[in-house]
């Protein structure tokens, strides 16, 4: 049977390098499909801050799977995932699947933006990664043994990012995900300590959660170099979003893949036996 256009178009994949961009076009390539995984170390290039960059991206272009980096409740954020969009369907892009993040205002903004855009869409409203302790900015204190942060008690449903990639494939390459909404969590809500206590269960190493508050975890930011925009939405992330507003685990792995999400003690043996934390 030959394919559609639909079908045998390129599926861009932005964010390629990152923790589910980057699991989202291993998946694809290998169903055999035609993926145009791009950053901006690609060619061609994606840049958000370079709109002039978007173009060759697109080109062809049904299918996409857009992560907005840094975040989505960076400044200025809307107005340019609303451009992309704009461009996109002008592109001919049909489908549209987000990678949001829960309860954050501006994301939500962003995904009003794409449900009004007229394209068919997915929204993928994630909760804290389980990946930023081995992928992102928490892997350095791991490996230090402290991890000194502005959290107490709070409880959070740590997702899998490999929950998130299958979920997006599914989205990108199967019927009945068109405009749905779909809540992202790991299966249970636990404390950053707890998350830590896991870790280095599977690890073998002692691990340390220093309580700090957040004007002195501003200070240590900015000694160690981060900008003050990053600065800001590191403090945002780890104060406003982390008050408990999304304690609460969702069934949004369940809804969408038919099976329950992975754990964060699965997550930590995986990431130890691949020696992630080895100082």
Request: aromatic share 8%; with cysteine.
């Amino acid at each position: 049977m030959a394919l559609t256009d639909f079908d045998a178009a390129p599926i861009l994949v932005l964010g390629a390098n990152g923790k589910t961009g980057r699991r989202v076009a291993e998946r694809l390539r290998k169903q055999g499909l035609d993926v145009r995984a791009c950053a901006r170390s690609t060619q061609p290039r994606f840049d958000w801050n370079d709109r002039v960059t978007w173009r060759a991206a697109l080109e062809g272009v049904k299918r996409v799977y857009v992560t907005y980096q840094p975040d989505l409740a960076k400044p200025g954020a809307l107005d340019t995932v609303s451009a992309f969009f704009d461009m996109a369907l002008t592109s001919g892009v049909q489908h549209i699947v987000l990678l949001s993040g829960r309860g954050e205002e501006e994301a939500q903004a962003a995904e009003q933006a794409l449900q009004r855009s007229g394209a068919s869409w997915t929204i993928l409203r994630c909760s804290w990664f389980m990946q930023n302790f081995s992928e992102s900015f928490l892997i350095d204190p791991v490996r230090e043994g402290v991890l000194a942060l502005p959290v107490g008690d709070i409880r959070e449903p740590f997702v899998d990012a490999e929950d998130i990639a299958d979920a997006a494939v599914a989205a990108l390459t199967q019927p009945g995900h068109e405009n749905r909404l779909y809540e992202l969590t790991g299966p249970r809500a636990i404390t950053f300590a707890e998350a830590l206590e896991c870790i280095a269960k599977a690890s073998k190493r002692d691990l340390q959660l220093v309580p700090v508050p957040p004007d002195a975890f501003r200070a240590g930011l900015l000694e160690a170099g981060v900008s003050k925009p990053e600065t800001d939405l590191m403090l945002y992330l780890f104060t406003t979003v982390l008050d408990g507003r999304n304690a609460q685990p969702a069934d949004g792995v369940r809804t969408a893949l038919h099976r329950e999400a992975r754990t964060f003690e699965d997550y930590a043996k995986r990431a130890a036996s691949s020696g992630v934390w080895d100082a």
